[in-house]
C-alpha cells in the first residue's frame, strides 16, 4: 500500500492519459491556448469543437470534480493531466465564470435539481456565466446592492442595473446578488440565477482603453426569474456570494495556473526580452545595471509567486477548498503581473508605446495594451484594499478599535 504502489498507479494512470491526450487532441491545435478561443467561446473552428466535445464527454476539462459532474480523477492524476496536456502542446479548452467561479459554489450550494440542470452545461463548456454583483452605486461595499427581486409568488421580479459585468454581452446565463429585504443590509441579499435570454434583460458593452469591450452594463427591467433559480436560502445569498469570491480570487491569484500573466503577453523570460532590446554586457548580462536589478528582483518575486501558488495547491488536497490566504495570492498577483508589464513598455522604449500599424511587432503592441489593461487588476475582483481588509481581519486577527 506504499509508494511503489502508488506510484504504479499514477504511472498506469499516465499512460492512459497520454495515449488519450495522442488520439484525441487534434495536431492542428498545438501550440495555441485556450485564451485565443475564449472571448465568448464563440470559436467555431473545427478542430476547436471536436477537442472540446472530447474533453467535455471525458470531463477532464473539471478532471478533479467529483463525478458524474466532473472527471472524478485525484489531485495527483490532475497534476498528470496537465503535464500530459503540457508534453503534447495542448490545452485545456474548457473555462471561463461556470468552471473557475461558479461550477464550485453551486458544488457546495445548489440543490440537486440545480446541480442536474446546470452542471452539464459547465462540464461540456457549452453554458456560459457571468457574475451580476457590482452595481454603479456599490462597488467595494457591495453590500449596499439595490438590485430588487420581488416575490411575485411562482417568479421573482427582478428590476435594478449590474455594471463591470464580464462576458455579458456573451452569457447564456448570470450569477446574481438581489436585495429581496430592504430592511437589514447583508442579511437582506439572496443569490439568484437568471437566463440572459429573459425579456428584459439588456446588455451595454463597455470600451476600455486597453481597446477591448470585456466588461459590460447590465440592466433588468421587469425580469421573471422562476423560484427554482433562488441558490441557497432566501436572504442568504451573502454567505453564497462570499464563497464564490474565494473561488473567484483563487484563481486570481495564480491557483487556476494563470498566475502573473496577461493574456496575448511574450512568454519569454523579462531579462531575454531586456537584452533583447537595451543589448548585453560582457559578461552576458542585461547592459543596464539599473535595470538589470529591477528586473532581477521582478524574476524573483516571479519565482516565489509561482512556487506559493504550488504550495497552495499542494496544501489544497485536504479539498477544503479556497480560504482568506487567496486574498494574499490575489495582492501578490497583482503586484507580480503589474510590475511585468511595467518593464516590459520601459525596456521596450518608443516600441512599447505602439497601439496599431507596421512599424510595431504583435509583442510590442501586447506591451502597451497589457499595461493599460492590467491596471484594473487591483481593482477587479475585489480592490487591493478590500484584500488588505481582508487578510488585516480573518488572517493576522487584527479588529477595528472604536
Not at 40 to 48: A, C, H, I, K, L
Amino acid at each position: 500500500m506504499g509508494a511503489p504502489q502508488a506510484d504504479s498507479q499514477l504511472e498506469s494512470f499516465r499512460a492512459e492519459a497520454r495515449s488519450w491526450i495522442d488520439a484525441n487532441f487534434p495536431k492542428s491545435l498545438k501550440g495555441r491556448d485556450a485564451m485565443s478561443f475564449m472571448e465568448g467561446f464563440g470559436s467555431r473552428e473545427p478542430d476547436f469543437l471536436k477537442w472540446k466535445e472530447a474533453m467535455g464527454e471525458k470531463g477532464w476539462g473539471i478532471a478533479t470534480w467529483p463525478k458524474p459532474w466532473g472527471g472524478g480523477l485525484s489531485k495527483a492524476q490532475g497534476r498528470v493531466l496537465l503535464q500530459e496536456l503540457a508534453r503534447a502542446g495542448a490545452f485545456n479548452p474548457i473555462g471561463g465564470m461556470g468552471v473557475a467561479m461558479f461550477g464550485p459554489t453551486l458544488l457546495e450550494y445548489g440543490s440537486e435539481e440545480q446541480k442536474k440542470q446546470h452542471m452539464p452545461g459547465i462540464r461540456t463548456g457549452t453554458v456560459r456565466w457571468c457574475q451580476g454583483y457590482s452595481e454603479p452605486g456599490a462597488g467595494s461595499d457591495l453590500a449596499s446592492l439595490r438590485t430588487q427581486a420581488v416575490d411575485r409568488g411562482d417568479h421573482f421580479l427582478v428590476n435594478g442595473q449590474k455594471i463591470w459585468t464580464s462576458g455579458a454581452q456573451y452569457a447564456d446565463w448570470c450569477f446574481c446578488l438581489v436585495r429581496t429585504d430592504n430592511t437589514k443590509k447583508h442579511e437582506g441579499i439572496s443569490f439568484l440565477l437568471i437566463d440572459m435570454r429573459t425579456p428584459g434583460v439588456e446588455t451595454r458593452p463597455i470600451k476600455l482603453i486597453s481597446g477591448n469591450s470585456p466588461f459590460c452594463e447590465t440592466f433588468f427591467t421587469d425580469v421573471k426569474v422562476p423560484k427554482n433559480q433562488l441558490m441557497g436560502p432566501l436572504n442568504g445569498g451573502w454567505t453564497v456570494g462570499k464563497r464564490l469570491l474565494q473561488f473567484e480570487r483563487d484563481g486570481q491569484g495564480g491557483a487556476g495556473g494563470r498566475g502573473a500573466s496577461f493574456r496575448g503577453a511574450d512568454a519569454r523570460t523579462v531579462d531575454e526580452i531586456a537584452k533583447k532590446y537595451i543589448g548585453s554586457d560582457a559578461h552576458g548580462q542585461i547592459a543596464d545595471h539599473d535595470l538589470r536589478t529591477r528586473v532581477a528582483d521582478h524574476m524573483m518575486d516571479a519565482a516565489a509567486m509561482r512556487l506559493t501558488v504550488q504550495r497552495m495547491q499542494d496544501e489544497a488536497r485536504s479539498n477544503q477548498g479556497p480560504s482568506a490566504v487567496t486574498s494574499i495570492m490575489k495582492n501578490a498577483n497583482v503586484k507580480v503581473a503589474q510590475t511585468r508589464a511595467e518593464l516590459m513598455v520601459e525596456i521596450m522604449g518608443f516600441q512599447g508605446l505602439g497601439w496599431e500599424g507596421e512599424s510595431y511587432s504583435a509583442d510590442e503592441i501586447n506591451a502597451t495594451r497589457n499595461l493599460l489593461s492590467g491596471k484594473a487588476m487591483s481593482i477587479y475582483g475585489g480592490s487591493n484594499e478590500i484584500q488588505s481588509n481582508i487578510i488585516a481581519k480573518r488572517i493576522l486577527g487584527l479588529l477595528d478599535h472604536q
